[in-house]
């Protein structure tokens, strides 16, 4: 799964469309400020020259300001562009890890990895909605670089002798991690973003470093 960006007709139509707002609201500020000072100066024959100047720094300011605008923009969609990228790679290996090692898990266990990894790219793919809360945001990253990574590869360094042994904590986990993503996804899927502050708990708690919750015993 890759994330989706605009093609280069529709790039080259957001910025010709970008290019006639600016000049429009340019013009707009010319004459705004080109009257006032006219009606306020006449009949000064200096007016309709005040009026040309004051319209022109009007002008310039407001297409400074609205090109300042879309440079700061064009970072934060180029930023967000490559956190996706870095994540949905992260995902990939991930989703590779439990295909190419499901032998090594529970059975029970394989249909909640495999749909907590569709989950968690549905909601990379929505990355700029969950920005909108910071703090789940933040506890989906860790869970994605690290959280889930760790989980994985902790029952997977196990010797084959305690795996059965520590297969219970491991479900309890991977289940934990799931109901939590699976609430992630479908409240970003609605953009209900109260429901997402209010599900953050469930999150973070599934982000309890695996360390002290799994497999104490093996010393991992």
Request: glycine residues 6%.
């Amino acid at each position: 799964m890759t994330v989706q960006g605009p093609t280069p007709e529709q790039h080259r139509q957001q910025k010709q469309q970008q290019k006639k707002i600016k000049l429009s609201a340019s013009a707009v500020a010319f004459l705004i400020g080109f009257v006032i000072l006219m009606v306020l100066m006449l009949p000064s024959p200096w007016a309709f020259a005040a009026g040309a100047l004051v319209g022109g720094a009007a002008a310039a300011g407001t297409y400074g300001m609205m090109y300042g605008r879309e440079l700061s923009t064009l970072r934060r969609t180029a930023e967000l562009t490559t956190t996706q990228q870095s994540l949905q790679d992260r995902l990939n290996q991930i989703d590779s890890t439990v295909r190419n090692s499901s032998n090594q898990f529970p059975p029970s266990t394989h249909g909640q990895l495999r749909m907590t990894v569709v989950g968690l790219q549905e909601i990379v793919e929505r990355w700029e909605t969950l920005g909108r809360v910071p703090k789940q945001q933040d506890a989906v990253y860790h869970t994605i670089t690290s959280h889930l990574p760790r989980c994985l590869e902790l029952f997977m360094g196990l010797p084959d002798t305690a795996k059965p042994q520590h297969a219970e904590e491991f479900k309890a986990q991977v289940s934990l991690i799931a109901e939590a993503v699976a609430k992630t996804r479908d409240q970003v899927v609605k953009k209900d973003l109260q429901a997402l502050k209010t599900n953050r708990a469930l999150l973070e708690e599934a982000l309890t470093d695996p360390d002290e919750r799994l497999f104490r015993d093996e010393g991992l």
